[in-house]
């Protein structure tokens, strides 16, 4: 058998290992497009957040402008009866 120098054994491993350095090269590729993707999707789930909850904030306000009206209405036909009655009276009396 022949002695193999270490000079040859490091060119016999760069061979074998140009492969794999090849590879682990492409996942590093393929992980920084994930990242880049994943911070795209996390911002725009953020942005989304933030519009639903605008728009949450919006529709109980909305609600609750309704609601006064709705309350005002009920309250000035009250008074609009009282002042009828009132006007009655005075009327009759």
Sequence with gaps: MAAITVD????????????IQKEI????????????ESQK??????????????????TVGIKKAVDFLKSSVTEAKKSSQKNLRLSAIMILA
């Design 41 to 58: 999707v996390s911002s725009g789930f953020g942005g989304m957040l933030k519009s639903v909850a605008k728009f949450a904030i919006l």
């Design 8 to 19: 040859e054994i490091q060119v016999l491993i760069s061979a074998q290992t140009k492969g």
């Design 25 to 36: 090269n492409g996942v590093k590729e393929q992980l920084g497009s994930l990242s880049e």
